[in-house]
């Protein structure tokens, strides 16, 4: 009897220990929750401060691209009542390595909303403008490119395309993208949906009110009702727009 009960306490203890050593390999074959690999991300715009935690900014879900422990989000600070202005952040580790804020900081009412990045060099940022305003603002990094500003008029959302060093949050160059009014030529609402990169072009989708742009930047010719989904596909200096084209228009 007294061997029956050591006999039994023995293969209790045995069990138990292959059930810890089952649990210990699953464990070490299950991917770690942050080796994950996210783009593009398109989302509604959050708003978060440089003094957040990750884990704070996280929880907005907001657009964020990330590969594997390094994450940047992207989202606007409430500045007052009446003006927000756009941020873009990265952490490393769950550690701040930048925070942006001076992309905009004029009276123009920013946010940011769309991310892509490759994981390396390449990350594309996506901002909303809804009109020019003394001070600094995206113009001074769009000079040079397919089309350097808000243009006339005022109120519709127009978006901002920014190519930014992964390293420490400068914008390289911007180009705006809007849509145009046929009767007057002031710029109307476009919306970016989505974004795509084959390691040469930019390309995107959105949704454009009247009217979307041709690759010359002119007014599209449109039927039926807005808004229209557009595509335009950037080189990816953004100096150019390779092709344009939406249903229903020419």
């Known amino acids: 009897m007294i061997y029956s009960h050591k006999l039994q306490r023995y293969f209790a203890s045995f069990s138990l220990s292959l059930v810890l050593v089952a649990d210990l390999v699953i464990t070490q074959e299950a991917p770690p929750a942050f080796a994950q ?3 593009s991300s398109i989302g509604s715009a959050v708003t978060f401060s440089c003094n957040d935690s990750e884990t704070t900014i996280k929880a907005k879900n907001g657009a964020k691209v990330r590969n594997g422990t390094t994450a940047i989000y992207i989202g606007y600070q409430q500045v007052s009542s009446i003006n927000k202005n756009p941020i873009t952040i990265r952490f490393n580790n769950g550690i701040k390595a930048w925070c ?4 905009e900081t004029t009276n123009d009412d920013g946010t940011g909303y769309g991310l892509f990045w490759d994981g390396g060099s390449v990350l594309y940022g996506v901002y909303s403008s809804t009109g020019s305003q003394t001070g600094n603002d995206f113009r001074r990094y769009s000079a040079l490119r ?3 500003s808000y243009g006339s008029g005022g109120g519709p959302k127009a978006a901002v395309i920014a190519r930014i060093n992964p390293a420490n949050g400068q914008v390289d160059y911007a180009t705006f993208l809007s849509a145009k009014r046929p009767n007057d030529g002031k710029t109307n609402s476009l919306v970016v949906s989505s974004l795509s990169w084959n390691g040469t072009n930019l390309t995107v989708q959105a949704k454009s009110w009247w009217s979307p742009r041709r690759v010359n930047t002119n007014s599209m010719t449109c ?7 557009y595509t335009a596909v950037f080189t990816g ?3 150019k727009v390779n092709s ?3 249903a229903t228009c020419s």
């Not at 942006?100 to 992309?103: A, I, K, L, N, V």
């Open 37 to 39: 690999t996210i783009n």
């Open 244 to 246: 344009a084209s939406a």
């Open 237 to 239: 200096d953004l100096k």
């Open 100 to 103: 942006r804020t001076d992309y």
């Open 223 to 229: 039927s039926g009702s807005s808004p229209y989904q």
């Open 146 to 148: 397919w089309l350097p």
